[in-house]
């Protein structure tokens, strides 16, 4: 038996149909989603985009990727309706929904990872959602729906990054590249957790707003291109013990450099390319282990909500675009100019 509140018959949603490329991220209507055994629907209020999701879109992250879909993988709403045997969550709940629907805790396999929203399962562009009730989940109550919904994908992966597999402490130093919404998350769970932080941007204005924020120094990587050798000069020639890498092979180079023997590399994201010849020596010769880091769980999704509870933290929000304006939400995107996290809010 479904469990529910009033329910339209139609709703809106922003999809692919097409084919890929922005050009084809086009506004339509759907049914109204019900929920089946183990599902919720949600009336979405606020989604973020992340750059996954950009690059879903533009066919580059999985040109396979059968369509119509609807992207973005981060989205916060109240409970509409519950199907049989859901417990976990009720109608009036606000919750937002994991990334990766089944990677409820431990090690994925390869047929958990392909349980994430806004590709190859349809996201929250729309008006409302249906979720596996396993993958939704309560959002810190202090948050706004715009704020919660940043907190899916680039929240968890900095949390993953910093506490899963870097285990920072007190007195860690960690280092940054960007002012991109994983960087942002990284740099105020890396204050709440004592350490100092080191972060890199081709802007003197954001890097101005990241020390506002608490980060203990910034380089200019356009004026600096060699900035590995900077910071580890900064370092007293220790390193870091921590680099969360978001340039993935083009700046990995200078991220060896910049780490300490027996640190870590979290390689999150690709931004400067996925291939460029880079001397693995190093990483042997000082024992650095790379981590490649793919969102998170469950379990550490609620560890990471009772830490953000705990210490009042908000995300930082770049920029709000009305649902209508999904697409100029892309474009902002693109460009690369946010500092932060870009969202949509359905109203």
């Known amino acids: 038996m479904v469990h529910a509140m009033a329910q339209r018959s139609e709703i809106r949603v922003h999809e692919l149909r097409d084919g890929f490329g922005l050009d084809n991220l086009r506004p339509g209507t759907r049914p109204a989603p019900v929920p089946g055994p183990g599902q919720v629907t949600i009336r979405v209020k606020a989604a973020s985009l992340n750059y996954r999701d950009l690059l879903m879109i533009r066919g ?17 709403g109240e409970v509409l309706a519950v199907g049989e045997g859901v417990s976990r969550v009720a109608a009036g709940d606000r919750v937002a929904g994991l990334m990766v629907q089944r990677w409820l805790a431990g090690q994925p396999t390869r047929d958990v990872l392909r349980s994430t929203l806004g590709g190859p399962i349809d ?27 940043t907190l899916p994908c680039a929240a968890l992966t900095a949390w993953s990054a910093l506490v899963t597999h870097g285990r920072v402490t007190a007195g860690d130093t960690v280092l940054l590249q960007g002012t991109g919404g994983v960087s942002i998350f990284a740099l105020q769970f890396a204050r709440m957790l004592g350490a100092r932080v080191i972060i890199t941007s081709s802007s003197d204005a954001k890097l101005a707003r990241a020390r506002a924020l608490g980060a ?20 007293g020639g220790r390193g870091v013990d921590l680099v969360v890498e978001v340039g993935g092979a083009g700046t990995l180079g200078e991220s060896i450099r910049a780490v300490r023997p027996g640190g870590t590399i979290a390689l999150i994201g690709v931004l400067a390319g996925g291939a460029a010849r880079v001397n693995m020596t190093p990483v042997l010769m000082n024992q650095i282990r790379v981590q490649g880091v793919l969102i998170g769980h469950r379990e550490s999704y609620g560890a990471m909500c009772r830490a953000i509870a705990q210490h009042r933290m908000k995300p930082v929000v770049d920029r709000v675009f009305p649902f209508e304006d999904a697409r100029a939400a892309f474009d902002h995107l693109a460009d690369a100019s946010h500092f932060g996290k870009v969202c949509v809010a359905l109203g």
């Open 123 to 149: 996201g929250m562009l729309a008006e409302q959602a249906t979720l596996s009730a396993e993958g939704a989940v309560k959002v810190p109550a202090h948050l706004s729906d715009l704020e919660a919904a």
């Open 216 to 235: 203990d120094e910034g380089i200019n990587y356009v004026d600096v291109p060699e900035w590995g050798k900077v910071v580890r000069a900064r370092t």
């Open 60 to 76: 580059v992250y999985d040109p396979r990727q059968p369509l119509p879909l609807v992207p973005l993988s981060d989205g916060v």
